[in-house]
Structure formats: C-alpha cells, structure tokens
C-alpha cells in the first residue's frame, strides 16, 4: 500500500506535464513515425519535406510561434547554422499553410495572396509538444516518399485509409535523443 501511493502520485505528475503546451519561440519540428525518425521539417521551394537536404534550394527553418499560436500564423526564418547553405535560399518572412479539406503538400507562403485556395494559415496549437490542428486537435501529418531516399513530402490529410507510399507521423517540437 505504501508502494502504490508515490507510484499513484508520479503517474499523475507525469500525465499533467503531458498536457502542458509548448509555449512561443523559434522552434524547430521535427516528424516521428515510419522511417521519419525525428528528422526535422525544412523548406525546399515553397514546400515542407521531412529530411536531412543538401540541396543548395533547401533551408533548415524554425518556426516562431507566438503565445497566441493557434490565432495567428507559424513565420518560419531560415536557420543558416544548421542549413546545407549559408545563404538565404527565401525573402521575406514566410510563414505555414495546409489544406484542411485535401490530402495535399503543406507549404510556405509569403503573403496571403499567394497561399493555395482553401489553405489554412492559422489554428495550429500544441498538444504537449505534439503539433495540432483545430479545436478538435487533428493530426494528420503524412511523410511521402519522394525520389530521394531519406527526403519525405509533408502531407496534411484525413484520409480513412493509407495512401500509397506514405506513413502516418506526429509533428513534435521534440528533438530526437541524441541530437
């Protein structure tokens, strides 16, 4: 009995944390499940791939979230430390977009007259440190094969089932243990 109260107490010390949010900042994402492995999301022409790129098009980004995350859009910058280059491979401040009612590549754009119609700028949150979206805290993240091995599209879908050459992944702003 003795034994079950600290065991009662941690589990429940355990269980708020994970409901605490990530709060604002530069951050980086990074995408787990299939083959992901906690690779971090980057910017390649205007879309979000999972990955480790040396393409000179490529930029390593971190997103600046506000304390209003899900109000307001996810700005990303370039992070010239980690990039395959120290050049800006972008202008401007782009920021994040999905579509909600598609199984489609998520993307950057860099004002509101260039983002995909039916694209989504806003209402992401965290869920710990499990990226969102909407009220109803949907995650449907898919890393796609694409023609490099390694190098995944970033997808947003509900779909039902599986789609052809994708996995289902968590975005988390977690970064891998060892890294």
Do not use: H
């Not at 980086?28 to 790129?53: H, K, Q």
């Not at 995944?152 to 789609?163: C, D, F, M, P, T």
């Not at 975005?171 to 891998?176: E, R, V, Y």
């Amino acid at each position: 009995m003795l034994f079950t109260l600290p065991l009662l107490a941690l589990c429940g010390l355990s269980s708020a944390k994970s409901k605490r949010s990530t709060s604002g900042g530069d951050i980086t994402l990074y995408a787990y499940g299939g083959e992901t492995n906690g690779a971090p999301v980057f910017y390649s022409d205007g879309l979000a791939y999972i990955g480790y790129s040396e393409s000179n098009t490529a930029a390593n980004i971190t997103f600046t979230i506000s304390a209003n995350a899900s109000s307001e859009p996810w700005y990303i910058s370039q992070n010239t430390t980690s990039s395959p280059n120290t050049t800006s491979v972008f202008t401007g401040t782009p920021f994040f977009y999905i579509i909600p009612d598609g199984y489609q590549q998520a993307g950057f754009a860099k004002n509101s007259s260039v983002v995909p119609s039916g694209a989504a700028t806003t209402g992401f949150r965290f869920y710990g440190s499990a990226v969102a979206y909407s009220s109803e805290l949907e995650q449907a993240f898919w890393a796609v094969d694409t023609n490099t091995t390694g190098i995944y599209a970033l997808y947003w879908g509900l779909v039902n089932s599986n789609v052809e050459n994708s996995t289902s992944i968590i975005l988390k702003s977690t970064p891998p243990v060892g890294s």
